[in-house]
């Protein structure tokens, strides 16, 4: 049996296979968004699919929404060509629980699969006319922090970067978001919440910065006018909130694969696109999750709360993500990860039955971590914490690989692990009794010399 909109017609047979189905009229759905959509998403890979996706198809079974999301794809069209188009835009969402069970559940909530790319005439006509829609009231991003770069180390720009203000809005390359909200501008400036849902820290802020760059360099140039830099500036029109992201979305697995096709389903296999996504009809992912989201949405928004989504205030947005980000989460797993790379782990589940490598871990969080952590209010640290520990690093049932995790780490450091060395300087703390922090940072530097332990 084939994952596609036909195969939904026969609710017993995927019921037999324990595969839970949409609780919503799909092609309404589909029909409704296509003439005014509501959000789209730029970033059409797994954390959007498994997570991103999947709160708007809570939203649509409960009757709490009407219309889906579309998802636009600027870096690699394989994903459009060869896992939404063959799937009639469905994906299987695999939950992957500690004790070894598996819950599977179509998503259907995306309407249409788009490649945003200004040198497709048709797509980006299409694009264009997505944004000028008034009704228009989300735009998120799962492109990753480097999407959002517009210059090199040296602070010169970026190539490309050069080419499209030297050009302006009519076919950019790398400023989409730009052109496309100068697209709404002409179109009568309805406004709209531009928000990043990338694991980066002050996302929006990033976000915002980018595009208000570009579009000052192009006035400045005379190629759009003075008023579309006063529109996008103005927070009450165009706003750019903060958020907080938190799902474990590895790689599609074998095993799972294995899994789906001995049950019957076709086309289940991996590939490896052109760009190096790893990516599949299915997503394979752990149950936690979080999305904490500064409600700043001018032009309305999904009940995304009905849906188990945070919408707070930006400093609550900005504490939740300190706490993950420099002390509950990400400094565990990088500092996990160097080593398991040298120590020969391939998966983040293994290593946590190594003594020290626990040790290590547990000491980075619980003493050196927990003493100067921030306390968002609405997650309790210690509770966040030892969820990371005994339940979410632990699961076997997680196909992910500390290689995954220890990529651009040189790119992590100073905030995962920086970030608690001033705040123990800050409060008068004796730095000679941080002894997970340096060792993760020696770690790192012998991490570097890219030969592991067996001499590889």
Request: aromatic share 8%; glycine share 6%; net charge negative.
């Amino acid at each position: 049996m084939k994952m596609c909109l036909s195969a939904l017609q026969s609710p017993a047979a995927w019921e037999a296979l324990d595969v839970t189905l949409p609780r919503f009229d799909v092609a309404a759905m589909v029909q409704r968004t296509k003439a005014h959509p509501l959000w789209v998403h730029f970033g059409a890979g797994n954390i959007f699919r498994g997570f991103i996706a999947a709160l708007q198809q809570s939203l649509l079974n409960q009757g709490l929404a009407d219309r889906g999301i579309i998802a636009a794809e600027t870096f690699d069209y394989d994903i459009v060509d060869r896992i939404y188009a063959p799937f009639d835009n469905l994906t299987l969402n695999v939950t992957l629980h500690p004790d070894g069970h598996t819950s599977r559940e179509i998503i259907a909530s995306v309407a249409e699969a788009v490649k945003a790319d200004a040198s497709l005439p048709e797509s980006w006509a299409r694009m264009k006319e997505i944004f000028r829609d008034p009704g228009l009231q989300m735009v998120s991003y799962t492109i990753t922090e480097k999407g959002y770069a517009l210059r090199r180390p040296d602070g010169s720009y970026l190539p490309v970067v050069t080419e499209d203000i030297e050009k302006g809005p009519e076919a950019p390359r790398h400023a989409m978001t730009a052109a496309l909200l100068y697209e709404r501008f002409q179109a009568g400036a309805a406004p709209l919440a531009v928000c990043s849902m990338d694991n980066c820290s002050h996302n929006g802020e990033k976000l915002r910065q980018s595009v208000v760059e570009l579009a000052r360099a192009w006035a400045e140039r005379g190629l759009v006018p003075q008023e579309f830099l006063t529109y996008l500036e103005d927070e009450t029109r165009v706003s750019f909130p903060w958020s907080m992201i938190d799902k474990i979305t590895p790689r599609p697995h074998q095993r799972v694969e294995s899994e789906l096709t001995a049950m019957g389903l076709e086309d289940m296999a991996p590939i490896v696109t052109s760009r190096g996504t790893y990516i599949a009809a299915f997503v394979n992912a752990e149950k936690p999750q979080y999305l904490v989201v500064e409600d700043r949405f001018p032009n309305g928004r999904p009940a995304l709360e009905k849906a188990g989504v945070y919408l707070t205030d930006r400093d609550t947005v900005n504490r939740t993500e300190r706490m993950k980000v420099t002390t509950c989460l990400n400094p565990l797993h990088t500092a996990m990860s160097v080593y398991g790379c040298m120590l020969g782990y391939t998966l983040i589940c293994d290593e946590m039955q190594d003594e020290d490598i626990l040790a290590l871990i547990r000491r980075l969080g619980y003493q050196e971590g927990l003493p100067v952590v921030t306390d968002p209010g609405i997650l309790n640290p210690k509770d966040f914490l030892a969820e990371v520990l005994e339940q979410r690093l632990p699961n076997p049932f997680m196909p992910d690989a500390p290689q995954r995790i220890a990529t651009d780490t040189s790119q992590k450091v100073g905030i995962r692990f920086g970030e608690t060395i001033k705040s123990w300087i800050a409060t008068g703390r004796d730095l000679t009794q941080l002894k997970a922090i340096p060792l993760a940072l020696a770690g790192w530097l012998r991490y570097l010399l890219a030969v592991d332990d067996e001499g590889k």
